[in-house]
């Protein structure tokens, strides 16, 4: 780090070698591509010798990551369905999960930052540690290929995964069609009340689930609550029936 960079900045960071050395990163001595790994924009902004932030490795780290995890979880549970098997790909994916094994892995206090960032608490930030871990994998790959970028990935996963298994069977049908449809980038179900028959004290609800403007799934209960339970439930098991890349 240049001498004449603000305290600030220096204060409880950790360069680039040291990440490298106590990660045991393969990077070597060409810390070049590491160190833009560790680069947010707005540490770019603020130093004008700095050419370049990490979201270009961003980019690319994300896409090797849905490879490596998508392979990883199709090998290592043969007996889940295809639906599951996304399901648990994208929570493997998801920012919360990445940004936790940026916590694990204590990258933020290796991320350059810039001073607005730092104050407001940057180095903690899911986004900023999503982001970071995305890049430090795309750093990997595009300078050792992605075999390494594999065995950096696969030690973070099985741990991680039967959390995840065991949220899968315990979280309520409303909550796993809504985590899997905003993890697929579809947006929030929606509940539409399609009838409701019977007298007061014994009413029967119709509720479908619309996603992106299609209906996934009907049900019905004695209360809304109840039949979009129902209805989330149908709608993941019709979700399992796709192919859904």
Not at 45 to 73: M, Q, T
Not at 160 to 187: C, N, V, Y
Not at 190 to 202: D, I, L, N, R, W
């Amino acid at each position: 780090m240049a001498i004449n960079e603000p305290l600030t900045e220096r204060a409880g960071s950790e360069t680039p070698a040291h990440l490298a050395e106590r990660l045991h990163l393969p990077f070597g001595d060409d810390l070049r591509l590491l160190t833009r790994a560790l680069t947010h924009r707005s540490y770019v902004n603020e130093h004008i010798d700095v050419a370049a932030d990490n979201e270009r490795l961003e980019f690319l780290g994300d896409a090797v990551l849905d490879f490596v995890v998508g392979s990883w979880v199709y090998n290592h549970y043969p007996e889940m369905a295809e639906g599951e098997l996304t399901r648990m790909r994208s929570a493997l994916v998801r920012t919360e999960t990445l940004a936790e094994f940026s916590r694990q892995l204590k990258l933020g206090q290796a991320m350059r930052l810039g001073r607005g960032e730092l104050q407001g608490g940057g180095r903690d930030r899911d986004i900023l540690l999503c982001a970071t871990f995305e890049a430090l994998v795309g750093a990997i790959y595009q300078s050792k290929g992605l075999e390494l970028a594999r065995e950096f990935i696969l030690p973070l996963l099985d741990p991680m995964a039967d959390i995840i298994l065991a949220q899968m069977h315990t979280i309520d049908p409303k909550s796993r069609l809504q985590e899997f449809t905003q993890a697929q980038g579809w947006g929030i179900p929606k509940y539409v009340t399609s009838q409701a028959e019977g007298p007061e004290h014994a009413r029967i609800f119709e509720i479908e689930v619309h996603v992106s403007g299609k209906c996934f799934g009907k049900g019905s209960g004695t209360s809304k609550h109840l039949a979009q339970q129902v209805a989330a439930k149908n709608a993941l098991e019709n979700i399992e029936m796709l192919d859904i890349e």
